[in-house]
């Protein structure tokens, strides 16, 4: 009954228009991109199941952590069994988490929403976000930032549809808050199964060996370390194994780090750091993060195309470091400033997940690029602890010693200062890979001229 979700089922047809892709993928990553607007229901969760900041906030981490690890181990999975059927698995994880965690919410068992949107929802996020991944690169060789950050900028922008619409839910279903995240969560799961099988339907990989019209691809690209040729490329097991590779996991780990901190609790902090700002205008700040997260996914990944990737990866973590002095220092000066300038670093953040997979497929080259963007979301695995755990803990320590607004959070924002320095200094660190010889396992690009193209 499910053969039509092969990978053979879903090779595209003479004519097909590449261009039909990026909506397949969108209608994917916007759906799993709800889980950034998770901070909106952080306050009625804490009021609940009458616990901490940090109790709750282990819910977002677990959900990060189990994206990076299902990504990593099911990177060779997806690569083999095609994107359409990794969607379709996605949804099924990303819809069953929503219920199991509606579940623990309506019994008063925090574990069941630990294991419903952490870890089940979790894994659909994983496997959501790389599905489409490899699939743009093949369609869109010529263009790779552009093309991953037309998909990644779904992730990024889930939440500008996600944190209104949570938020009029949870006003719609309960007399406060608290009492509506039960039908909020099964409303939210079923429209997004039904998003998440609509893409999954729609997609489609290329035929083997096919190429744009009048493309051939370049030695290397600016800016960039000189990368192999797409059609041989570098296993993942091999590409395990570089120092390249451990590079980039820093860069990545230390752009999510400091990203993600501020995005898990950014409906809180605006209002302690400006107590006129109300749960209404929270949300809207949400949303507000959400759009810049998501217009920088595809702005600067595109720009990287031009400017090249180690160059855009020096302003991301440069000037993003300087952003995030900026604010520890003088963040409670305007809230337009803090705004704008919280705007800015959120687009940084995007921008970075949305370059990284133009970054490896530059290294690496196509070839195993998926399963090796997989692996490397491991440090977005760790981020997910590392940088909610920075923030809520500290913001916990500093409420118990009889602190406040703005003040919980100036310690953790001149740490991140630190994590910004640390993930500039090993972009800087990074160096072409040695020539190899061609990949035999790699799928030749054809020279027929009679080849498909768009």
Known sequence: MLSFLDRDKSVAPPGYSRWFIPPAA????????????????????????????????????????????????????????????????????????????????????????????????????GIGYISPVSTLIKWFPDRPGMATGMAIMGFGGGALIASPLSAALLERFGDTPADAIVPAFLVLGAVYLTAMML???????????????????????????????????????????????????????????????????????????????????????????????MVGRFVWSSTSDALGRKRTYIGYLGIGGLLYLLIAVSGTNSVVFFVAVTGVILSFYGGGFATIPAYLKDLFGSFNVGAIHGRLLTAWSCAGIAGPLIVNVIADQQLAAGRSGADLYTFSLYLMVGVMAVGFLANALVRPLPKAEPNPEAEPATTDPSRQRV
């Open 26 to 125: 969108l209608a994917v990553h916007l759906s799993i991109g709800q889980v950034y607007a998770f901070s909106v229901f952080k306050a009625p969760l804490v009021e609940r199941f009458d616990t901490t900041l940090t109790a709750i906030g282990v819910v977002f981490s677990i959900s990060i952590v189990m994206l990076g690890l299902s990504a990593a181990f099911g990177g060779k999975w997806v690569e083999r069994n095609g994107p359409r059927k990794a969607m379709f698995v996605s949804g099924l994880f990303w819809g069953t988490g929503f219920l199991v965690g509606a579940l623990g919410v309506a019994t008063g068992q925090l574990w069941l929403l630990y294991l419903g949107y952490g870890f089940l929802g979790g894994i659909g996020l």
């Open 199 to 293: 893409g999954a339907m729609t997609v489609k990989v290329p035929p083997p060996g096919w190429r744009p019209d009048d493309w051939e691809p370049p030695a290397d690209s600016a800016g960039t370390p000189a990368a192999e040729p797409a059609s041989d490329g570098v296993s993942v097991e091999k590409a395990f194994r570089t120092r390249q590779f451990w590079l980039l996991w820093i860069v990545l780990f230390c752009n999510v780090t400091a990203g993600i901190g501020i995005l898990e609790q950014a409906a809180p902090m605006v209002q302690d750091f400006f107590g006129s700002v109300g749960p209404a205008e929270a949300a809207g700040y949400v949303g507000f993060l959400s759009l810049c997260n």
